[in-house]
């Protein structure tokens, strides 16, 4: 059998504490992708366009959509199912969706007519 010595022993310490240095380090970073996957994106609707301050996002997760009126009629904001109240001129509302695949999301303002007029687009998830 043979003799283990000092420096073999520092040895194999030192190779377990690098190794439980990755572990710790792979868990904090799938925490901060976990985070990182909740986006806020500003949208602004008036006659008949959005301005949203991102159109896409580099992976499934939540997204908050903040919501605001710019326009002088009322508006509302709908994607994936979701939707905002109908909003006065100037007013701001909030939705939180779940985007749980990769595509392309059709947003729109439901109020008639103003989707046809412009207040539409895709939004997509990569």
Do not use: W
């Not at 990182?36 to 991102?54: D, H, M, P, R």
């Not at 997760?61 to 508006?75: E, I, P, Q």
């Not at 904001?77 to 779940?98: C, D, E, L, Y």
Request: charged share 15%.
């Amino acid at each position: 059998m043979r003799k283990l010595t000092v420096q073999s022993l520092s040895a194999v310490a030192v190779v377990a504490i690098a190794a439980l240095g990755l572990v710790q380090f792979a868990s904090a970073r799938t925490e901060s992708q976990a985070v990182a996957s909740a986006t806020t994106i500003q949208v602004s609707g008036k006659e008949y366009s959005f301005k949203l301050s991102a159109k896409s996002i580099a992976r499934p997760g939540t997204v908050t959509f903040n919501f605001k009126n710019a326009g002088h009629l009322r508006h509302d904001f709908s994607i994936n199912g979701k939707g905002t109240p109908m909003i006065k001129p100037g007013k701001t509302a909030r939705i939180t969706v779940s985007f749980k695949k990769k595509g392309n999301y059709r947003y729109l303002c439901t109020v008639p007519g103003h989707a046809a007029l412009g207040m539409k687009g895709v939004f997509t998830v990569r």
